[in-house]
């Protein structure tokens, strides 16, 4: 049973456009949702986080739109830029501690 | 600053091999996890701890050991290694519940 699900799986977009990735999870226990960032050869860092007691957080280019009556919340990257080529990953954690990440999409933003 | 301190960086063990990969923290966080990362499938939960002494499976622990004597050290043991556990592990930690997990850099390990 996976509890978070990531879509679309791979994902191309042209410099200077809009790149959205969705996630939707099934645990209502969830309370804190994080979408991380992973180079290749690195480990993921935290890109940017939001509690469901927002519907959006921003943090420069990267948004996040969370939507508690359908569970789901989504990453939006702005001015995409060939640097944010990497694998996006969403997560959520809940009481018990559990981080539980989503499959990861591979984002390429070509020149 | 280490952060979160993975060894080996990479590995190749021989089926029926046991090895234990270490995972080490210098920021007193009480949370630890060991993740498994395979192409297409992100990253598994294998076992994670919540404080020194407690331990808890995650959703693919078969095959895997833990201890956590330690709040810095959270060691991964592999027994009878199979090719099944050729995969990249990644050890994280955190402070508090609803924080930034940092994570390490992973271990490559190759079961042949």
């Known amino acids: 049973q996976q509890q978070v699900k990531q879509s679309p799986q791979s994902l191309i977009v042209q410099k200077g456009g809009i790149s959205i990735i969705n996630c939707a999870y099934e645990?209502?226990?969830?309370?804190?949702f994080p979408w991380y960032q992973q180079f290749p050869g690195k480990g993921p860092a935290l890109l940017i986080a939001?509690?469901?007691?927002?519907s959006e957080k921003k943090e420069g280019r990267f948004t996040i739109s969370f939507n508690k009556s359908a569970k789901q919340f989504s990453l939006h990257i702005m001015d995409s830029q060939p640097g944010d080529s990497a694998t996006y990953f969403c997560?959520?954690?809940?009481?018990?501690?559990?981080?539980?990440f989503g499959k990861g999409i591979t984002l390429s933003v070509r020149p | 600053n280490a952060g979160v301190t993975q060894t080996p960086k990479f590995r190749i063990l021989k089926i029926g091999q046991s090895m234990t990969l270490q995972c080490t923290q210098d920021?007193?966080?009480?949370?630890m996890y060991w993740y498994r990362q395979d192409p297409g499938m992100g990253l598994k939960l294998i076992y994670y701890?919540?404080?020194?002494?407690?331990?808890d499976k995650g959703e693919v622990p078969n095959g895997y050991n833990v201890s956590r004597s330690t709040t810095e050290d959270f060691p991964l043991r592999l027994e009878l290694a199979a090719p099944s556990q050729t995969s990249v592990y990644f050890c994280?930690?955190?402070?508090?519940?609803?924080?930034?997990?940092?994570f390490g850099q992973g271990t490559r390990l190759t079961v042949v």
């Open positions: 994280a930690s955190r402070g508090r519940r609803n924080t930034e997990a940092f």
């Open positions: 645990n209502t226990a969830f309370d804190y």
């Open positions: 939001i509690r469901p007691d927002v």
């Open positions: 997560a959520a954690t809940g009481a018990n501690s559990k981080l539980t």
């Open positions: 920021m007193n966080h009480n949370y």
């Open positions: 701890s919540v404080g020194a002494g407690i331990t």
